[in-house]
């Protein structure tokens, strides 16, 4: 098939290069344009962008598909399908129409549950026991198109960045899986009155509440690592918490109740297992206490 690749991070890479290795014709890949990155603020590619120079394959970084410029260019590529992973724009309708087959979307949950910006980190939080990918008809509301295929994926103890990894390659082969017999995967439409939306994380509400019960915070640590990163504030200084076990443990909340950093929660208790220092490599609770000790009685804001 003749396919517009649309991705920018790298949950979108191993759908790109499997697409490609399945003998598509991958016409153009459509990425983000180039964001400042690391102390120098230098422009740096997306992952997408960078797979897709590997592979031969032309780039295009419009800020915007909204103009009428824009739609003709991605119309005139005559692609029968684009497909879609973690673009970061909206589609107008006559990009969504251009394709013979329209644009088909590779979403990171089991819709209809988390549609929106943060699936991954949303299902996590909440304790959902699975998650997966849906392969979904793109239309113009927000991951409320038609479904095609779903591949579950058990959530455990992985963090949102081991998922990212493990759906990123589930994603990947449902979408060549599909196009590969596209008509064997007729559409679903979606049950909207179990929808639930997953907001983009906001940084500012990453900082832990130690009076929320330890399980509670538990999932926020793996739902947030590793980023932006559940954090706390140890005598002024920031800390991320990127892993950590909830234990049994009683005390007045953000208190630290021995010297194995096991620190209280409303309801049990946390004991750290991976921290990162700002500025500092992650590491695990051992040698962040050789480097930092922390006294019992010590209490976190």
């Not at 400042?36 to 915007?64: C, D, F, H, M, T």
């Not at 129409?97 to 299902?123: F, T, V, Y």
């Not at 907001?199 to 019960?213: L, Q």
Request: proline share 8%; charged share 20%; aromatic share 4%.
């Amino acid at each position: 098939m003749r396919i517009i690749f649309m991705g920018t991070p790298d949950f979108a890479v191993p759908a790109l290069r499997a697409l490609h290795a399945a003998g598509h014709d991958v016409v153009c890949v459509y990425t983000q344009p180039p964001r400042p990155a690391g102390r120098g603020k230098k422009l740096s590619p997306s992952p997408v962008q960078v797979a897709a120079e590997a592979l031969g394959l032309p780039v295009r970084s419009p800020v915007s598909l909204r103009n009428a410029e824009a739609q003709a260019e991605f119309a005139g590529l005559g692609a029968d399908v684009a497909v879609v992973a973690a673009y970061g724009l909206i589609l107008p309708q006559p990009v969504l129409d251009a394709p013979k087959h329209g644009c088909l979307n590779i979403h990171a949950s089991l819709l209809p549950r988390w549609r929106g910006a943060a699936p991954i980190h949303r299902a996590v939080m909440a304790g959902d026991a699975e998650t997966g990918v849906t392969i979904m008809q793109m239309e113009a509301g927000l991951d409320t198109g038609p479904m095609l295929h779903k591949v579950t994926v058990p959530v455990g103890r992985k963090t949102t960045g081991a998922l990212f990894d493990e759906l990123g390659a589930a994603g990947a082969a449902a979408m060549v899986e599909v196009l590969a017999d596209l008509a064997a995967f007729p559409p679903e439409a979606q049950d909207d009155s179990a929808a639930i939306y997953a907001p983009k994380i906001d940084k500012a509400k990453a900082k832990i509440d130690w009076s929320a019960p330890a399980e509670m915070i538990e999932r926020l640590v793996r739902g947030l690592a590793p980023f932006p990163g559940a954090w706390f504030e140890l005598e002024g200084e920031r800390v991320k918490l990127l892993l950590a076990d909830a234990v049994d443990g009683t005390g007045t909340p953000g208190t630290v109740l021995d010297d194995d950093f096991t620190i209280a929660c409303g309801n049990g208790a946390i004991r750290p297992l991976r921290l990162q220092r700002a500025g500092k490599p992650a590491m695990e609770r051992a040698e962040f206490l050789r480097g930092r000790a922390v006294a019992a009685g010590t209490v976190l804001a």
